[in-house]
């Protein structure tokens, strides 16, 4: 618990660090709280310094952050429910006179840990500890398995599904029979091809042990692929300035990294650099981002946040709905809000930046995703397709004779049983600008044959209507 004198006086004024524009793309800038301005650069690129100063009881934070007296308080009596560590990099990340800050939120305690509006919280969601055959081992599909392989992590993250795992304090440093138990349990099932080596934080692991892992699976013929499941890029990338630690991954031959940035102020040099010496080791690096309630449920923020993982090469891969477990329902939001993201970004950023959105269900379901809807109608003969502008296509996808007899009708009807290919809705930018260049064209071929262009007056600028075929229009 934390210490007296912390329930008689607020924290002190905290000077306000220097933070890039909000308009600045990513990676930013670096930043420093100016509690750590006079750390020497060399300390602090330094994991171990890093972690050996993270901020880990209510003490620190009253130190560094405005807190009301409720606030410590309500914090104070969460300390002993779950771990708090953050490392001084990424706490820096945090603007502090925003107290809705999204940095603060996933690393900062709140009392709203302690509510549960629906009462559905749940120690372990996804039911991974009964699909557990070995301990520290979950099979749930047929062809894959995930070790936990520490209940350490570089930052103890507050939406985390794991924090039944994660309370365990201290952890194995050295080889554990139930380390073998996995390894064992692993060779003896070859349809297993695919393992997540997780935790906790595999990359916190000390190295020997971590070597462990990765030559034993690298060694089991049928094991095509290993994932790491960490954060440490986002939240430790000074773990992977350590070349011996690259030279370990790019070894095992069969790793991917699956990362974890959930907001683009995290995508900093110091993260573009981590994840640059994984692609350059051959390490393909994919993120994982959770929707979160305050923190990237908005449209300009997630396509700011996968451009910006597109621009250092790591790919968008899942958009997670937050899970429901213990201390995060305050994070969670609509599954209509991860779908309206999802419709604001299909079409609007490039197709690699597309993550599929799922839920984890209960039950251990696994994951199931999630997306608009963009199949509307169909019949015997084709589909209807909507497309990210709002188009309706009539789609045949065999080639076959027709067997609905054409029909006078209307709308998405039309489309399946009348003579219309496609629907497009008032005022499509695509179309204008189709009209504007069939026009342009049209002036140049009446200059060169010194003919008069029955299109070189402008066309009115009337809204489009539904028309037969965007080619007539």
Not at 246 to 255: F, G, H, R, T, W
Not at 388 to 397: C, F, K, N
Not at 439 to 468: D, F, H, N
């Amino acid at each position: 618990m934390f210490e007296l004198d912390a329930r008689r006086s607020l924290a002190p004024a905290v000077p306000t660090p220097a933070l890039a524009s909000e308009e600045e793309e990513p990676p930013s800038r670096p930043r420093r709280h100016p509690t750590w301005h006079d750390v020497p650069e060399e300390q602090w690129q330094d994991w171990r310094w890093q972690m050996q100063h993270a901020i880990r009881s209510v003490r620190q934070l009253r130190r560094l952050l405005r807190l009301s007296r409720e606030e410590l308080e309500a914090i104070g009596r969460l300390e002993g429910d779950y771990k708090m560590a953050i490392p001084p990099y990424y706490f820096s990340l945090i603007d502090p006179d925003d107290p809705q800050d999204p940095i603060r939120l996933q690393s900062v305690p709140s009392a709203q840990e302690a509510e549960s509006a629906s009462g559905y919280a749940l120690t372990d969601p996804l039911e991974e500890d009964k699909d557990s055959p070995v301990p520290g081992l979950t099979h749930r599909y047929p062809d894959r398995v995930l070790l936990l392989t520490t209940p350490n992590c570089s930052m103890y993250c507050r939406f985390c599904t794991r924090k039944r795992a994660t309370l365990t304090r201290g952890g194995w440093e050295a080889i554990h029979p139930n380390d073998e138990r996995m390894i064992d349990y692993i060779r003896r099932h070859p349809q297993v091809r695919d393992v997540i080596v997780s935790g906790g934080d595999p990359l916190t692991l000390p190295l020997p042990k971590l070597r462990y892992y990765l030559e034993q699976l690298r060694e089991i013929p049928h094991v095509d692929v290993v994932r790491i499941g960490t954060r440490v890029p986002v939240t430790l990338p000074q773990r992977l300035f350590d070349p011996e630690l690259i030279e370990l991954l790019e070894s095992a031959e069969k790793v991917y990294v699956h990362t974890h940035f959930n907001h683009p102020r995290e995508i900093t040099p110091e993260a573009s650099r981590a994840c640059r010496a994984l692609i350059k080791a051959g390490i393909p690096v994919n993120n994982h981002t959770v929707l979160l309630r305050g923190v990237n449920d908005d449209l300009a923020i997630m396509r700011e946040l996968i451009r910006g993982l597109l621009r250092i090469k790591v790919r968008p891969y899942y958009l997670f709905h937050c899970d429901p477990v213990v201390g995060a329902g305050h994070f969670r939001t609509s599954i209509w809000k991860g779908l309206e993201i999802i419709e604001g970004l299909r079409g609007h950023v490039s197709g690699i930046g597309i993550p599929t959105y799922v839920v984890d269900s209960p039950h251990g379901g696994g994951k199931i995703p999630l997306m608009p809807n963009y199949l509307v109608s169909m019949s015997d003969d084709a589909v209807v397709l909507r497309n990210y502008e709002g188009l309706l296509i009539r789609y045949q996808a065999e080639d076959k004779p027709a067997t609905i007899r054409p029909t006078a009708t209307q709308g998405v009807s039309a489309l399946l049983q009348g003579d219309q290919s496609v629907l497009v809705p008032e005022g499509n930018e695509r179309m204008a600008r189709r009209r504007a260049s069939t026009s342009r064209k049209s002036r140049r071929k009446g200059a060169a044959t010194g003919t008069r262009s029955t299109s070189s007056k402008a066309a009115p600028r009337i809204p489009l209507p539904l028309v037969p075929d965007p080619a007539h229009s």
